[in-house]
């Protein structure tokens, strides 16, 4: 028998040990003191670009398939404000076809540096045109061709493949400009729920959820 990959439970000493690093990091009570979710998501948005080793900005996408099984994968968030969650990715690979089929979606972000975790649910809108230009605009040359290049979540025989439809897709744009793809776009998630997780000893957690109440938002905070 090979010994067990998953670590056991934190002993009472090793949650003594580390009690004071988990105070200073999410102890502050004043997040339950906010009225409204977003910039409380932006505050530890930073936190987590100070922090994270990479892609502090990564998070869960959860979406609902044909047959109505949940389907998760990683993307990157790329803009948050008040109207909600932004993301980009094809629109004919498989999370694109299953947002056109079912607009709702899930969002987790987790930050294991500071043992926090962000949950989000709501529907799914496309962003305009205009914003999917000015983000695909500043992304790096070669990754517009790669957004040409890649049939996404379609088969693929080899990556030989892949790097053959990447070098044409190169050739034929030459040195002139990579307009975004009629099929490229961007999905804002327009949150519904918002729910704040941070660590706290003994698996006391904290957690607060914010319910959106037409124009405003009502606040509960839960049992950990």
């Known amino acids: 028998m090979t010994a067990s990959v998953i670590p056991p439970s934190p002993s009472r000493e090793e949650y003594a040990r580390d009690y004071a690093a988990a105070l200073a990091a999410n102890g502050d009570e004043t997040i339950f003191d906010r009225t409204e979710p977003i910039g409380l998501v932006v505050d530890w948005l930073a936190d987590a670009r100070a922090h994270e080793v990479n892609d502090p900005n990564a998070m869960c996408l959860s979406t609902v398939d044909g047959g109505g099984?949940?389907?998760?994968?990683?993307?990157?968030?790329?803009?948050?404000?008040?109207?909600?969650?932004a993301f980009y990715s094809n629109a004919e690979s498989a999370k694109g076809g299953q947002l056109?089929?079912?607009?709702?979606?899930?969002l987790l972000?987790?930050?294991?540096?500071?043992?926090?975790?962000?949950?989000?649910?709501?529907?799914?809108?496309?962003?305009?045109?205009?914003?999917?230009?000015?983000?695909?605009?500043?992304?790096?040359?070669?990754?517009?061709?790669?957004?040409?290049?890649?049939?996404?979540?379609?088969p693929l025989a080899s990556r030989a493949d892949l790097e053959a439809a990447v070098a044409r897709e190169t050739a034929r744009f030459g040195d002139g400009e990579v307009p975004r793809p009629p099929h490229w776009m961007g999905w804002r998630v327009?949150?519904?729920?918002?729910?704040?997780w941070r660590d706290r000893p003994f698996r006391l957690h904290d957690r607060l959820r914010f319910d959106r109440t037409g124009d405003g938002w009502a606040k509960t905070r839960l049992q950990p």
Do not use: C, N
Request: net charge positive; glycine share 6%.
């Open 69 to 85: 099984a949940p389907d998760s994968r990683m993307v990157l968030l790329k803009d948050v404000d008040a109207r909600g969650f």
């Open 190 to 196: 327009v949150p519904d729920s918002v729910e704040f």
């Open 109 to 154: 972000f987790h930050w294991k540096s500071l043992r926090r975790q962000v949950r989000v649910r709501g529907a799914v809108e496309p962003v305009t045109a205009a914003e999917a230009d000015a983000y695909f605009v500043g992304r790096a040359r070669e990754s517009r061709i790669g957004a040409w290049a890649s049939d996404q979540s379609r």
């Open 100 to 106: 056109g089929a079912r607009p709702v979606a899930a």
